[in-house]
Each structure stands twice: as C-alpha cells, then as structure tokens.
C-alpha cells in the first residue's frame, strides 16, 4: 500500500508569500493529483501530473518520478487561496490514495 | 455539461438504520468511485463502478455497497449504521477506470449517525 506524506501539515502565510506544499510516496504510481478542498467540503482538481510541470494561473506543479516527490506552489498568494491541498496518488484502477491535507491560511 | 451531483447534502441517522447516498455522474463520465473521509483524515476509497458492476474496492466491510445506473448515476448504501460512519462521503466521475482525463468531484454528502 503505498504512503503519502504531505507537508506542512499547517501553514499560515501572508498575502503575496510564495507557497509550497510537498507530497512524497513511497511506491509507483500511475499519476498524482493536486487537489483543492473548501470548508464546505467539496472538492475541486487543480491537477493531474504523471511526469514533469504544469501551471495554471498562478498554480505550478512538479513531479519527480525517481525521487517518489511532488510538489505545489502557489505564486502571489491571495486570501481566497485559503482552502485545504491534498495530494492523491492513482496506481492503478483502483481509486485514488489520499494524503491527509495541508491547511494553508492566507492572512490579508 | 453539468458537474456532479450528490444528494442529499446533510443527513442524520440513528446508530443500525441504513442509509442511501446518491450521485449523479458529470456527462460523458462512465465511472464512479466513492470516498468517505472522516473529520480531520483524508479521503478513503470506499469503491469504484464502472459499467454497472464494481471494479475495485478499499477497505470496507460488505455493510457498504453500491449500485451504478445505465445513466451512469450511482449509489451507495450502508446498512447496520455504526458511530464510526459519521463522515463526509464524497463521489468522483471519471471517463474509464484509469481516469487518464481526470476526476470530478460532488461536493459530498455529510452523514452524522447519532
């Protein structure tokens, strides 16, 4: 069964700071996703990587396959960023393994 | 295209009753799985439906099962309700079971078993 570690588990930052969250696991997967969770619950896909970068916006993702480590970054960061980033792995056609969540907090 | 839906929203249920969840599936998604995630954890994969019949399955005991529609929509029953069940219950949509074009996710459903 493959373990994710997220870190930080909690991070407060200022308005403008430059965010990074990391996601590290332990066995291969078939692709890992950023994901974004509000406190009502639902669930919004930032991204889904299998090798490499992508950006979004303000939003960037890396992914290190040798090195079983990912992470997000967030530029310009804004108070409605606040939310809850969760790194899930897909191995294969089994549904996704989560991580537990990074609490970002952005103060204005 | 619409996103995917969960209903109801907010459910309380006694400790033994059974419960059904529903979610509809975003079009052109032919696959569901199901998440509980409990306060404070990560989701768990409950199960996952594709094609009617179930594909994969988490860590769950036979109380928890699901059924899937011809229209895709789908949903999950647990029976013999325990405290422990009280969470946020979440489905995803996806085309194929290797999702190679990504989830979309409900918004969940949150059972508090009393």
């Known amino acids: 069964k493959n373990e994710v570690e997220q870190s930080p588990q909690n991070l407060t930052a200022q308005e403008g700071e430059f965010i990074t969250i990391n996601c590290s696991y332990s066995v291969g997967i078939s692709a890992l996703h950023w994901l974004q969770q509000h406190p009502g619950g639902g669930i919004v896909s930032l991204f889904m990587?299998?090798?490499g970068k992508k950006k979004h916006g303000r939003l960037i993702a890396t992914i290190n396959i040798q090195e079983k480590h990912s992470s997000l970054h967030i530029t310009a960061s804004h108070p409605r960023d606040s939310a809850v980033y969760i790194c899930?792995?897909?191995?294969?056609?089994?549904?996704?393994?989560f991580g537990k969540g990074t609490h970002l907090i952005i103060q204005p | 295209e619409t996103g995917v839906t969960q209903s109801p929203t907010h459910l309380i249920k006694t400790r033994g009753q059974q419960v059904t969840l529903r979610c509809s599936s975003q079009s052109g998604h032919n696959t569901v799985s199901w998440y509980q995630q409990a306060l404070g954890q990560g989701p768990q994969f409950i199960f996952q439906?594709?094609?009617?019949?179930?594909?994969g399955r988490g860590n769950f005991p036979p109380r928890f099962s699901g059924l899937q529609f011809p229209n895709y929509s789908s949903e999950l029953n647990v029976n013999a309700l325990e405290l422990d069940d009280s969470a946020l219950y979440l489905c995803?949509?996806?085309?194929?079971?290797?999702?190679?074009?990504?989830?979309?996710f409900g918004s969940g459903t949150r059972l508090t078993v009393v």
């Open positions: 899930a792995l897909r191995e294969g056609a089994d549904g996704l393994t």
């Open positions: 995803a949509s996806s085309f194929g079971t290797l999702a190679n074009y990504g989830y979309t």
């Open positions: 439906y594709y094609r009617e019949e179930e594909n």
């Open positions: 990587l299998s090798s």
